[in-house]
């Protein structure tokens, strides 16, 4: 049983780090349901999964990246991830209880709140270029997906959306943005934890992360697809999640 558990949460942190619905947020629910594993080394592990998937998918880009580190979108991102990182510096500092899920039903329904507003109220534009207050913004929005239920991918591309990148543009800066974000994450709680592997079922990280690996690639691809089409699908069923969170244990 506890494969099949692995199984399904893999599954759930590929599909939902890149679907604007929030990894965080699913996962949460997941331990409130005890179906995830409380081992810090098995999300460091999914971590790594979904980082793999990025960086295979948009490989082009990020060896631009690296090629131009101080050039080009690459500032751009170290700016936006510099105002990440101080909100949520804020968050674990002064509001620590809030990263626990104790706002998870409102997280969600703020997700699917900018979405319907990046949707209805952002016009399509293809002439605005990445900037610094895109980027600003951008980054600050991220800082604020800390909170279980926002979602991190959806927050970015509402963001990058208001400031008048086009759908595509914004999808894909918001992916590019989550490589530094989730590198950050691993080395934070590797630290924290010694990057201890200590009763951790070494079967069953393998199968959480090949999973999450295989849908964390399906889950971009099908993003930077969907892009086109917009984010309207993802707005009732972020508000219903969150509804529905307020009625679980």
């Given at each position: 049983?506890?494969?099949?558990?692995?199984?399904?949460?893999?599954?759930?942190?590929?599909?939902?780090?890149?679907?604007?619905?929030?990894?965080?947020?699913?996962?949460?629910?997941?331990?409130?349901?005890?179906?995830?594993?409380?081992?810090?080394?098995?999300?460091?592990?999914?971590?790594?999964?979904?980082?793999?998937?990025?960086?295979?998918?948009?490989?082009?880009?990020?060896?631009?990246?690296?090629?131009?580190?101080?050039?080009?979108?690459?500032?751009?991102?170290?700016?936006?991830?510099?105002?990440?990182?101080g909100i949520a510096l804020v968050f674990k500092e002064f509001f620590p209880d809030l990263l626990?899920?104790?706002?998870?039903?409102?997280?969600?329904?703020?997700?699917?709140?900018?979405?319907?507003?990046?949707?209805?109220?952002?016009?399509?534009?293809?002439?605005?270029?990445?900037?610094?207050?895109?980027?600003?913004?951008?980054?600050?929005?991220?800082?604020?997906?800390?909170?279980?239920?926002?979602?991190?991918?959806?927050?970015?591309?509402?963001?990058?959306?208001?400031?008048?990148?086009?759908?595509?543009?914004?999808?894909?800066?918001?992916?590019?943005?989550?490589?530094?974000?989730?590198?950050?994450?691993?080395?934070?709680?590797?630290?924290?934890?010694?990057?201890?592997?200590?009763?951790?079922?070494?079967?069953?990280?393998?199968?959480?992360?090949?999973?999450?690996?295989?849908?964390?690639?399906?889950?971009?691809?099908?993003?930077?697809?969907?892009?086109?089409?917009?984010?309207?699908?993802?707005?009732?069923?972020?508000?219903?999640?969150?509804?529905?969170?307020?009625?679980?244990?």
């Amino acid at each position: 049983m506890k494969y099949w558990k692995a199984l399904l949460v893999g599954l759930v942190q590929g599909v939902t780090e890149f679907l604007p619905v929030s990894s965080s947020g699913h996962l949460t629910i997941l331990s409130k349901l005890s179906v995830m594993p409380t081992s810090l080394f098995y999300n460091l592990s999914l971590h790594l999964a979904t980082l793999l998937a990025v960086i295979i998918v948009m490989r082009r880009e990020i060896g631009e990246l690296l090629r131009h580190p101080i050039k080009g979108d690459a500032k751009y991102i170290l700016l936006s991830s510099l105002f990440t990182v101080g909100i949520a510096l804020v968050f674990k500092e002064f509001f620590p209880d809030l990263l626990t899920g104790s706002l998870l039903g409102f997280g969600f329904i703020l997700t699917s709140v900018l979405l319907f507003a990046s949707e209805k109220l952002c016009r399509e534009s293809v002439g605005r270029m990445l900037d610094g207050k895109v980027s600003i913004l951008t980054g600050i929005f991220q800082g604020i997906a800390v909170l279980p239920g926002v979602s991190r991918s959806g927050s970015t591309i509402a963001a990058a959306r208001y400031m008048g990148l086009s759908r595509e543009r914004a999808a894909r800066f918001s992916f590019l943005l989550s490589v530094p974000v989730i590198i950050g994450g691993f080395l934070v709680e590797g630290i924290e934890s010694g990057f201890s592997a200590a009763g951790a079922d070494v079967t069953e990280i393998v199968v959480a992360s090949t999973a999450a690996f295989l849908s964390g690639l399906f889950a971009i691809r099908f993003m930077l697809g969907k892009m086109k089409k917009g984010l309207m699908p993802f707005v009732p069923y972020t508000f219903l999640v969150g509804v529905l969170c307020y009625f679980l244990p």
